[in-house]
């Protein structure tokens, strides 16, 4: 089955900084790739989604990146804010296997 | 707030119980999604449903069943509870009949198995 990690349980950040949050997956087959994030004592919130017939995908402030040769996604937050203080998960979907598989979460951290 | 509600908020019950959670999708939505987060294991895919049939299955275990009514509103039943069952459960919606659509998260029910 899938395998979704990320690099970092933890990241901090100086507030203003740019923030890169990185995961890795396992199938090749993996056609559809969402980030959400977690505020503490709250259910997960989208953020950002992409495609794998795509590599790179903008919103406010995110942009999400797939590198499909290595298996790599991330999540990159520019001008961090306090307020982007929470745990960040991607998740891996598989059409042909029907599988959502959710990564570990990293915890984003804003330093004033 | 998502549109999502689930109910109750919490629950503490004991090894061997069962119990129900309940979740109201958002107005038209009719795929719904249940999870298990706990510290250890991560947010785990448990089950999906569109449109009261099941659409997708993760990794569920057989002492629990799920269902979506007519109505849209979905129930997760967890039976011969364990500690390990301890943790939050949420529901999710969408209107996609597909699990990798944008998805909207309720708010959590805490089990607390003792």
């Known amino acids: 089955g899938e395998s979704v990690g990320l690099h970092l349980p933890t990241l901090s950040v100086q507030e203003g900084d740019n923030s890169i949050i990185n995961c890795a997956y396992s199938?090749?087959?993996?056609?559809?790739f969402i980030w959400y994030k977690q505020e503490s004592g709250k259910g997960p919130q989208f953020i950002i989604d992409?495609?794998?017939?795509?590599d790179k995908r903008q919103g406010q402030r995110v942009t999400v990146l797939l590198n499909k040769t290595v298996k790599h996604l991330s999540l990159q937050i520019a001008a961090t804010q306090p307020g982007d203080s929470a745990v960040y998960f991607c998740?891996?979907?598989?059409?042909?296997?029907?599988?959502?598989?959710f990564g570990s979460g990293t915890q984003l951290t804003v330093l004033p | 707030d998502s549109g999502v509600t689930q109910t109750p908020k919490h629950l503490i019950t004991a090894t061997g119980q069962r119990v129900t959670l309940r979740c109201s999708p958002r107005?038209?939505?009719?795929?719904v999604y249940w999870y298990q987060q706990s510290l250890d294991q991560g947010l785990q895919f448990l089950i999906q449903?569109?449109?009261?049939?099941?659409?997708a299955k993760g990794n569920i275990l057989e002492r629990f069943s799920a269902q979506q009514f007519p109505d849209l509103h979905s129930e997760l039943n967890l039976s011969s509870l364990e500690l390990g069952d301890s943790a939050l459960y949420f529901c999710?919606?969408?209107?996609?009949?597909?699990?990798?659509?944008?998805?909207?998260f309720g708010p959590g029910t805490r089990l607390l198995v003792l």
């Open positions: 999710a919606s969408s209107v996609d009949p597909e699990p990798g659509g944008t998805q909207y």
């Open positions: 199938n090749s087959a993996s056609d559809y």
């Open positions: 992409i495609r794998s017939n795509m």
């Open positions: 998740a891996v979907f598989s059409g042909s296997a029907r599988q959502l598989t």
């Open positions: 107005s038209g939505d009719l795929s």
């Open positions: 449903y569109y449109n009261g049939e099941e659409r």
